[in-house]
């Protein structure tokens, strides 16, 4: 089994860092998921996503608390989302990091489940390896599962409380989905279309200008054995990099 600092003493801790090269920091968010998923999603996905990483490097790997918070904004008009503002998560890392490396590490990779902290963590990537002389890296938890994730949903318009969000949770966290809610995107139109990625302009809109519920894509549709092979086709990509880019063995 991998480190997992939250389950250690100081004495535990001392005799892992003798091995340990890499500080894995899951990163989540609170924000709405439709009538069918747990606010605390991200964060939960985040958690069970960098678990099982670390678990596969052991016992090269230490994974810290997951940080419940994310950049959100875009969710706000749902009841119980909770953002963070950029600098403030910005800060958060940097303690983390600062903090690490006091212990002697100097490697870290965010895992990263929600969308809405990726343009952030580029930053933070940059920022806190200049500042702080580190090495300070992020992931989205399923951007590997390509061949999985291509093979499971059909919906053109997913990423959110959708058949592969539902999917993974049924196979990592199951209690956080309310099988008896499931329900599709109730999709309004409206100038968001203008601005998703690929097209010639992008830039912010709220989430409910897009979708009623809270939803996209078809959730439904999803299931633990979809959620089974999109997690560990990801863990494997992520796995192989992780190895690759840290030195492990």
Same mark, same amino acid.
């Given at each position: 089994?991998?480190?997992?600092?939250?389950?250690?003493?100081?004495?535990?801790?001392?005799?892992?860092?003798?091995?340990?090269?890499?500080?894995?920091?899951?990163?989540?968010?609170?924000?709405?998921?439709?009538?069918?998923?747990?606010?605390?999603?991200?964060?939960?996905?985040?958690?069970?996503?960098?678990?099982?990483?670390? #678990?596969?490097?052991?016992?090269?790997?230490?994974?810290?608390?997951?940080?419940? $918070?994310?950049? &959100?904004?875009?969710?706000?008009? $749902?009841?119980? =989302?909770? =953002?963070?503002?950029?600098? =403030?998560?910005?800060?958060?890392?940097?303690?983390?990091?600062?903090?690490?490396?006091?212990?002697?590490?100097?490697?870290?990779?965010?895992?990263?489940?929600?969308?809405?902290?990726?343009?952030?963590?580029?930053?933070?990537?940059?920022?806190? &390896?200049?500042?702080?002389?580190?090495?300070?890296?992020?992931?989205?938890?399923?951007?590997?599962?390509?061949?999985?994730?291509?093979?499971?949903?059909?919906?053109?318009?997913?990423?959110?409380?959708?058949?592969?969000?539902?999917?993974?949770?049924?196979?990592?966290?199951?209690?956080?989905?309310?099988?008896?809610?499931?329900?599709?995107?109730?999709?309004?139109?409206?100038?968001?279309?203008?601005?998703?990625?690929?097209?010639?302009?992008?830039?912010?809109?709220?989430? #409910?200008?897009?979708?009623?519920?809270?939803?996209?894509?078809?959730?439904?549709?999803?299931?633990?054995?979809?959620?089974?092979?999109?997690?560990?086709?990801?863990?494997?990509?992520?796995?192989?990099?992780?190895?690759?880019?840290?030195?492990?063995?």
């Amino acid at each position: 089994m991998g480190y997992i600092l939250a389950d250690m003493t100081w004495p535990e801790v001392q005799e892992a860092l003798k091995t340990v090269k890499v500080g894995i920091i899951p990163l989540g968010a609170h924000e709405q998921h439709g009538p069918h998923m747990n606010e605390s999603c991200d964060a939960v996905l985040a958690e069970q996503m960098a678990r099982r990483l670390v #678990d596969r490097l052991a016992p090269y790997a230490v994974m810290t608390p997951a940080i419940p $918070f994310g950049i &959100s904004i875009h969710h706000i008009h $749902f009841p119980g =989302t909770i =953002t963070m503002r950029p600098e =403030t998560l910005i800060a958060v890392l940097r303690d983390v990091v600062w903090s690490l490396q006091q212990h002697g590490l100097e490697q870290f990779l965010i895992v990263n489940s929600h969308g809405g902290n990726q343009s952030l963590l580029s930053v933070a990537s940059a920022q806190l &390896s200049v500042e702080l002389g580190a090495k300070v890296y992020y992931a989205k938890t399923t951007a590997a599962a390509k061949q999985a994730i291509s093979e499971h949903v059909q919906s053109k318009l997913y990423g959110h409380s959708c058949e592969r969000e539902v999917s993974e949770a049924l196979y990592m966290a199951p209690d956080i989905v309310r099988k008896d809610q499931l329900a599709a995107g109730d999709i309004q139109e409206g100038n968001w279309r203008l601005l998703r990625p690929g097209n010639a302009i992008q830039g912010f809109h709220f989430y #409910d200008d897009m979708t009623r519920n809270g939803c996209i894509g078809n959730a439904p549709a999803g299931s633990r054995a979809a959620g089974e092979a999109i997690v560990e086709e990801a863990l494997d990509g992520l796995e192989a990099a992780a190895r690759q880019l840290f030195g492990l063995a």
